[in-house]
């Protein structure tokens, strides 16, 4: 029975990895996930840094039930107004900068960057493009064209052209920015690279760079945006406002969900040459954008993103303990363990699995492996965690 419905899912269903989890999901719920065969798993990367607030939490439970009971899709994007599309709006206004009150909701992280370059394009009217060496901004055309990473580009060119990738972290290749450089995107913190954090005298530098010069800069938090680095914004480590914010994952507390944020100014560029500038059917669906606000509004309620510091120290003390680990890169409970081989972060991985705990690879950064639990762990539960990983390690 099991060996059928492992060959019609690597059958029927597309694969892009050859050597996927095969985790048999019958539910989850927290920290865990309960496959088929029993056993209870640690979702210790929390569905790729979606889960922050746990698996199924009760308040996006219940959103999601009421707006089932009102409506489903009624219209495109934008037309109608929408309780719980407004609400959010509201929300993400309420935990962001002035400058970035005006938010369009789209269905993914990778929608929302590719919105952002175009908002960018439209309201400097430029062309040319920057991006960092060894980012991740999504797998469409546009966000794959900025992203960083020749390996997963080169199959399908011709990308977007007039793209210039800067050194993240490299205070000299910003002078690449000149006045026909209608966007800067920038992971806030590099996560698929291995976690990489900007220096403070690079992204202030940069911010200057990109005000002198008119460009816009846009921050992805597709991944370390919504607590996962114990601030709501990454950006807010750093004093330094993005022009454009762009949100998925996390934001809609297990939905599909993506935003691109602006001024309102800014954003209004999309309402004509063309109208309709950006336009997407599903944009702003009343369940995710209702999931989205209770998310949000739990992380504002709970002491989640206060405690992530200090709960990712303590998983990073206990997994220190380790010879086979050559550093551990960390900002609140987002982990990159660097293992200085790509055999040894596949061994580990797999017996972690073994041992009902989930860890994760990098896209781009086969020695070291993630570990982004969900925000609502516990300090007993990161004990455990951390001393499954250990026996592993
Ligand atoms: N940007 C960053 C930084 C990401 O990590 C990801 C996904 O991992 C994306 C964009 C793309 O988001 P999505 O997979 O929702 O399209």
Redesign the pocket.
């Known amino acids: 029975m099991l060996k059928k419905r492992i060959s019609t899912f690597l059958k029927l269903q597309a694969q892009t990895n050859e050597n996927p989890y095969l985790i048999d999901v019958e539910k989850a719920e927290g920290i865990y996930i309960w496959g088929k065969n029993g056993r209870k798993y640690m979702d210790m990367i929390a569905g790729?840094?979606v889960n922050n607030i746990g698996h199924r939490h009760p308040a996006v439970i219940k959103a999601i039930k009421e707006q089932l009971d009102k409506h489903l899709h009624v219209m495109v994007y934008g037309e109608y107004i929408q309780d719980s599309e407004l609400a959010l709006a509201e929300n993400l206004a309420s935990i962001l900068p002035e400058s970035l009150s005006c938010s369009y909701i789209v269905?993914?992280?990778?929608?929302?960057?590719e919105a952002a370059i175009k908002l960018a394009k439209r309201f400097t009217g430029r062309q040319e493009l920057i991006s960092c060496k060894n980012?991740?901004?999504?797998?469409?055309h546009g966000?794959l064209s900025v992203t960083g990473n020749d390996e997963k580009q080169s199959s399908f060119k011709p990308l977007l052209p007039n793209i210039q990738f800067i050194e993240f972290n490299n205070i000299k290749t910003l002078s690449l920015i000149t006045e026909k450089t209608a966007c800067v995107i920038m992971?806030t913190i590099?996560?698929?690279a291995g976690l990489i954090k900007p220096t403070p005298e690079f992204i202030t530098t940069l911010r200057e760079k990109c005000t002198q010069t008119g460009t816009l800069l846009i921050f992805?938090?597709?991944?370390?945006g919504m607590g996962r680095t114990g601030k709501m914004f990454a950006f807010e480590h750093y004093q330094v406002i993005p022009d454009i914010l762009?949100l998925?994952?996390a934001l809609g507390g297990g939905m599909?969900i993506?935003a691109f944020i602006s001024s309102y100014n800014i954003m209004h560029t999309l309402t004509h040459h063309p109208m309709l500038g950006h336009i997407t059917t599903f944009g702003g669906h009343p369940i995710n954008c209702a999931a989205a606000n209770a998310c949000i509004n739990v992380l504002k309620q709970e002491n989640w993103i206060a405690e992530a510091d200090q709960k990712g120290q303590l998983l990073e003390d206990i997994l220190s303990k380790s010879s086979q680990v050559k550093e551990i890169r960390r900002i609140g409970l987002f982990l990159a363990i660097e293992l200085g081989s790509f055999e040894k972060v596949k061994q580990v991985v797999e017996k972690c699995l073994d041992k009902g705990l989930i860890g994760f690879w990098f896209?781009s950064t086969p020695t070291a492996f993630r570990l982004s639990p969900p925000l609502s762990i516990t300090e007993k539960e990161i004990r455990k965690a951390g001393e499954i990983v250990l026996s592993c390690l």
């Not at 269905?107 to 960057?113: D, I, K, P, Y």
């Not at 980012?135 to 469409?140: F, I, L, Q, R």
């Not at 992805?220 to 370390?224: I, K, L, P, S, T």
Request: hydrophobic share 20%; charged share 20%; no cysteine.
């Open positions: 790729v840094a269905n993914s992280g990778t929608e929302a960057n980012s991740y901004h999504g797998s469409t966000s992971e590099q996560g698929d992805d938090e597709v991944q370390v762009t998925g994952k599909s993506g896209l």
